[in-house]
């Protein structure tokens, strides 16, 4: 009799423990990850991810300031943080920031134009491009809002 007593125990135990389980995973796959960038990597990703055209023109310092161009810019419309801050701030109640690729092309390619004259737009245009394509990678920024 026992025997049968405690292998119901264990039943019901193990029964909760998998219940519990269960709810926190399905909670834990509906959250978001956020995202680390360390600037260093991604200058790394796309100076090697850059056509030979490019890479043959751009120093690894040029990818850097463009690259450093690219996050001043989320800076500015309100979706950068620093580490372990949350994402944004007050606009978060009160509307939407979207982040408009062509917005970003043209205010980084206006950047440096106006900074750096001896760096061709198109090339600008393609590490951005680059950059966007890592940040996708590593799912800090995501597909377009329907």
Known sequence: MIWVLLGL???????IALAAVGRVSAELAETIVPALLEVDDVVDAVADALPFEIAAVLKHEDVDQI???????????GLGSNYGEELGGDW??????V?????????????????????DAVHVTVVV??????????????????
């Open 9 to 15: 125990t264990a039943v019901i135990v193990v029964a």
């Open 92 to 97: 978060v109640e009160d509307e939407r920031v």
């Open 129 to 146: 491009d680059e950059v966007m394509r890592y940040l996708r990678d590593i799912r800090a920024i995501g597909d377009e809002v329907q």
């Open 99 to 119: 982040a408009d690729e062509i917005g970003l092309v043209d205010a980084v390619v206006a950047r440096g134009v106006a900074d750096r004259p001896d760096i």
């Open 67 to 77: 690259m450093r161009w690219v996050l001043d810019w989320f800076d500015e419309i």
